[in-house]
């Protein structure tokens, strides 16, 4: 499988494993659901998670004709292109409002989660 990011250069973390600066490749031998994570400074990280069913060859019965019999060497590739967004800072004065909403709440014991 390849993870392709524009623009190029995020680190790839694949079911918690990192697997290279992108473009990042790497084999896979299960199908199933896979979690992607993408990271770049200056970015919003990316979680995206895909799930990787198997090729015909693949299913019982024909895996033995596609591993056994076929005359060429059959190859699962996939591909996953991911869009990267810069990341936004929050104008000043609506994060110090903020922490003053926060540290009041504090103060009278009575806190909302974050927004």
Do not use: C, H
């Amino acid at each position: 499988m390849t993870v392709r990011t524009n623009p190029a250069g995020a680190t790839v973390s694949v079911d918690n494993q990192v697997i290279g600066t992108s473009p990042a490749a790497s084999s896979f031998v299960y199908y199933g659901t896979r979690e992607f994570r993408i990271e770049k400074e200056g970015y919003k990280t990316e979680t995206i998670r895909r799930r990787f069913n198997p090729p015909w060859y693949q299913m019982p019965g024909l895996d033995f004709i596609s591993e056994t019999l076929w005359p060429g060497d059959l190859r699962d590739e996939r591909i996953i292109d991911v869009e990267l967004v810069p990341q936004t800072l929050a104008p000043t004065g609506e994060v110090v409002q903020r922490a003053d909403s926060l540290r009041t709440q504090s103060q009278t014991g009575m806190v909302n989660a974050p927004r």
